[in-house]
């Protein structure tokens, strides 16, 4: 059990709008500590997406957005594209725990 | 470029010990925090502490406290993640990640470790 929730997998056809939510506690997402984003291609390791600034490494590109509220956050994807097809992780820091990741969704472009 | 390269897979069986590496490149590394990130076959991410180069100061995740050792050398420039008696659940990828104020960048591209009797 991860303590960062998300669901197991989102779905969308291409050109469409995805969120995928990450669900925390008053120990970390809501205690104010950032929240960021990772993409998994099959086969390779994960890499930043979106931080919890919005900053976004060269070569992301900005149909990709993230926010927070409360004791959650969210990654949301316009314009779905079929290479969009991978795992996305959220992370963020724990009072109790240090840092903590979601336990991942797979995103399937239809 | 900053860069985090780790040693090659691991073929091991249980009880023994091993050693992975990860070596930084492209940016000062005693002033970034390293850490470890366990992926089981078919799971997720687990984050399993960090190491400060610069002093060694040294941080696990409660799951992992105890059962590992995380080490870093600044004059070779990497840092390592320890086991004296591995157990077939750790079979997985192990990646070093470098924190910064943006979170975990750069990964390592993983280190495959397979223990088998």
């Known amino acids: 059990q991860s303590v960062l929730t998300q669901p197991p997998s989102v779905s969308g056809a291409p050109g469409q709008r995805v969120t995928i939510s990450c669900t925390g506690s008053?120990?970390?997402?809501?205690?104010?500590?950032?929240v960021h984003w990772y993409r998994q291609l099959p086969g390779t390791a994960p890499r930043l997406l979106i931080s919890?600034?919005?900053y976004r490494p060269s070569g992301v590109p900005d149909r990709f957005s993230a926010s927070k509220s409360g004791t959650s956050a969210s990654l949301v994807i316009t314009g779905l594209q079929a290479e969009d097809e991978a795992d996305y992780y959220c992370?963020?820091?724990?009072?109790?725990?240090?840092?903590?990741f979601g336990g991942g969704t797979k995103l399937t472009v239809l | 470029e900053v860069q985090l390269v780790q040693s090659g897979p691991e073929a091991k069986k249980p009880g023994e010990s091993l050693r992975i590496s990860c070596q930084g490149s492209?940016?000062?590394?005693?002033?970034?925090?390293i850490g470890w990130v366990r992926q089981m076959p078919g799971k997720g991410l687990e984050y399993m502490g960090l190491?400060?180069?610069?002093?060694?100061?040294?941080k696990y995740s409660p799951s992992f406290q105890g059962r590992v050792t995380i080490s870093a050398d600044t004059a070779m420039n990497s840092a390592y993640l320890q086991w004296t008696s591995l157990k077939t659940s750790d079979t997985g990828i192990y990646y070093c990640?470098?924190?910064?104020?943006?979170?975990?960048?750069?990964w390592g591209q993983g280190t495959l470790v397979t223990v088998s009797s």
């Open positions: 990640v470098r924190l910064s104020a943006q979170g975990f960048d750069p």
């Open positions: 492209g940016y000062s590394f005693s002033t970034y925090w």
């Open positions: 190491i400060y180069p610069g002093d060694s100061d040294t």
């Open positions: 008053s120990s970390n997402i809501g205690a104010g500590y950032n």
């Open positions: 919890g600034n919005n």
């Open positions: 992370q963020s820091y724990d009072s109790s725990l240090s840092e903590v």
